[in-house]
C-alpha cells in the first residue's frame, strides 16, 4: 500500500488543497479527509484515479480524543494495492455524509456503521439499524456502551483469572439474565415497533389507468425459518402476481456480537471466534485475521507454515464450494441427493481438519506467525491422495450430473443478472464479482502469503448469472486442487511457528487492514491497535454481508421463485452476515 | 425390528416367534413413537452444519427415524436448536414451538443453545434456550461431533421410552398453554416477567445504583 500513497501523496494533497492531508499517526495510513467534502474526494479518487472498488466501511469510536472516525478501504478493479481514506466528526453529533450515490456498494455497511456506532450518514436513502431491531437503546460498539454482562473493558476478567473465586455474571444482574432496560422504564407501556419502518420503506406497485389488468400487491416475508435461506435470514418481498417489485434483505437473527466480544479479547482470543464467523471456512478466517494482526507486529510466518496455510485454505475452499453447490441444487428442487455427493467428499477434508487441529469445523489452526502446530505424519499423504487421486475425479462427476442438467440450466440460466459495472459498484466479490466477468481475485491482484509461487488461474463467467456463478465454484474448485497439488510438491520442512509461541502477543500501535480471498470473496479484517493486549476496534468485512447489498438488484422483476435461486447462487452464511 | 417390544413374561410359541408380538400399550406406542421423530427443517447457526452432516450419508440419521426434516413446525415432532440463539431470534424460535403439535420435544445443541456458549457475553444472545422453551436433551460441544449428535437423540429415545400414556400432559384436559411470545424493547422482555421489569426499573437496588455511579 505504501508505494501507491507515495505515488498519490502530493498528487492528492494538490488536487484538493486544506480538504485533504496525510494521516501522521504513528502506524497509521492513507489521507485525513474533511467531511464537508468527502462525497467530491470519493467521486474524483473513483472517476479520475481508478479506485471503483470500495471494500470496507467502518466507524471507529476513538473515545479519549471524542472522535468518531469513519474509516474507507478502496482498490481497483484492475488490481494492485490500495488506498485508505478517514474523515473525523464529533462523537455527541456524528453525522457524515453518505457515499452510498458514489459507491452503493457502502448502502449495507453505513446502515451497520449507524446501528453499531451511532454515525448519521446524511443522503443515505434507508438508514435504519441493520442487526438489532428498531427499538434497540443505544449504539453498542460505542466505547462507553455497556452490555448487560459487562465486567470489564478487557479481559482476562479479574472474576475468571487468575486463582480467585468464579463468580457468574447473571448473578450480578439485577434482572438475573443477559438483559439491561433503562431507569422508570414500564413494559406494559412499550408498544414494539414490529416492522412498520421496515415495511414503509418497501417500494409500492403504481398503477396506470390504461392497464389491462390490475392485480394486489402483496408483501411476502420469506425467513427467518425458511428452508431456502440457509440459515436464519429474512427476504421481505413485495409481489404482483408472482414479479418481484422489491426486495429487502433483514438481517441480525444471528447477530452474536463478534466485534464488541471481540474489543473485550486479547488478540490470541479471537483467533477461535473468527472460526465461527464462516463457519463453513474456518480455516480462511482465521488466515485474515492472523495477516491483518501479522502486519501489525511485523512478522511473517516461516517457510513450512505459509504451505501448510495455504494448502489449508484451498481445502476450505473446496470444502466450501463443495457445500455451495450441494445446497444450491437443494434450493432447485433437488432435495438431498447431490448435496449427499457433496458432503461425502467434505467429510474426506473434515478428517484431514480434524487430524491438523483436533476439530472438524472450528479449527483455531493459525498463530501469529505461524501455525499451532506441525501436521501429523500421514496428513500431508492423505492430503496428496485427495488432491492427485480423488477430489478432481469427483469434481468432475459432479459436473457431468449437474452442469448439463436440464433443470439446472433451466432454473439458473439468466436469473439474477448482475452486469459488471454493477457488479463493482455493488462492491461484491468471489465468485459473485466473477461470474459477472470481472476477473478480480485477491490472490493474483494483491498476493498476499505466497500466492505468487503458484499457477492457476482465475476462474471467470461473463454471463453473470447464477448459472456463472454455479460454474464459476466449479472451475475454482479445480484451481484449488491444482494449488494443494503443487504446495504438497513443494512444502519444506523446518519449524512452523516464528518465534516462540506466545499467548499474549504484542502488537504496536497503529491499524493493519489484512484481507484473504475467501471462499465466499474478499475477507478483511480492519484491526486498530492501542499498544494494549486488546484491539481498540476490530471490524471484520465480511463478503456474504457485502454481497448481499446486490441481491434486491438481482431479484427485481424476477419471479419469487427465482429469489430463491439468486440467494443460493450468492452463498450466503448467516455466521458472517451478522456477525 | 421387534426388539425390546416383547413384555417379559408372556411365552410366545416357538412357532410364533417373529410373526406374534405380546406387549403393553405404552411399549408399542413408545415404540412408534421413538423411531419416527421428525425434526423442524431448520438450521440456526453453526451447529447446523453437524446437523446436514448427520443427516448426509457417513453418519446417516435415518437409521434412528429422523431422516424426514419438515420445514412446516405443525408436522414435525422435534425442535433441534442447532446454535446460538439471539434475542432478535428468540420470538420467532417460540412461536415455532408453539406451532408444533403435542408431543413435541426441544434438543439443545451445542454450547450456545445450552447456555450461550462463547457468545454469552453478547448484548444480543441469549444464554441458553432454556430460559424460554422447555429442553429435554442437551448436546455439549462446539459444536457437537455428528456422533454427540446421534449420542443426544438416542437420549432422547430413550426418554420416550420412559413416557407413560396415563401420565403424559398432552393427554391431560384442555390444551396446553402456550408460552408467551417474548417483546422486542429497548432489550428483549419476557411477559411472564413484566412485574419484575418493572420492579427493578422503579426501584433499582443498591448494586444498580452503583453500575450506574460508574457509567455516569
Known sequence: MSEQVMEFGTDLGERFPEIVTVDTRQGYEGYLVKPEKLVDFATELRDKLGYDYLSSVTGVDYLPENQMEVVYHVFKSTGGSGLVFKTQTPRDQASVPSLVHVYPGAELQEREAWDLLGIRFEGHPDLRRILMWEGFEGHPLRKDWKEAYYEEDTKPFKSRWPSGEIHRVEEKNPFKGNLHYPAHFDPEKWTPDGDAALYSTLAKVEHK??????????????????????????????????????????????????????????????????????????????????????????VRPPERAEYIRVIMAELTRLSNHLMAIGALLNDLGAFFTPIMYALQEREFIMDIFEAVSGSRMMCNYFRFGGVARDLPEDVLEKVRRLAFERLLRQIDELDTYLTKNEIVRFRCEGVGVLTPVQAI?????????????????????????IYDRFDFDVAVGYHGDAYDRYLVRIEEMRQSVRIIQQAVQQIPEGPVMEGKPQYQVRVPAGEAYGRVEGPKGELGYYVVSTGKPNPWRYHVRAPSFINLTALATMCKGGKVADSVVNLGSIDIVLGETDR | MTEGLNSPGVDIPPELQGTVTITTLDRIYNWGRRNSIWPVLMGVACCAIEMICTAASRFDFSRFGMEVMRPSPRQADMLLISGTVTKKMVPQLVRIYNQMAEPRYVVAMGACASGGGPFKEGYNVVSGIDQFLPVDVYIPGCPPTPQALLNGFIALQKKIDKQSIKQVSWYSKGPGEPIPVPVLGPDLMDPREYARIREYTFNPPAPVVEIAGEEA
Open chain 1, 209 to 298: 389507468p390504461g392497464d389491462d389488468m390490475v392485480t394486489d400487491q402483496i408483501v411476502v416475508n420469506m425467513g427467518p425459518q425458511h428452508p431456502s435461506t440457509h440459515g436464519v435470514f429474512r427476504m421481505v418481498v413485495t409481489l404482483e402476481g408472482e414479479t418481484i417489485t422489491d426486495l429487502k434483505p433483514v438481517m441480525g437473527y444471528l447477530h452474536r456480537n463478534h466485534e464488541k466480544i471481540g474489543e473485550r479479547n486479547t488478540f490470541l482470543m479471537n483467533m477461535p471466534y473468527t472460526d465461527r464467523l464462516d463457519y463453513l471456512s474456518s480455516m480462511s478466517n482465521n488466515f485474515g485475521y492472523a495477516l491483518a494482526v501479522e502486519k501489525l507486529m511485523g
Open chain 1, 425 to 449: 459498484a455493488f462492491s461484491t466479490c468471489g465468485p459473485v464479482l466473477r461470474a459477472s466477468g470481472v476477473p478480480y481475485d485477491v490472490r493474483r491482484a494483491d498476493p498476499y502469503s
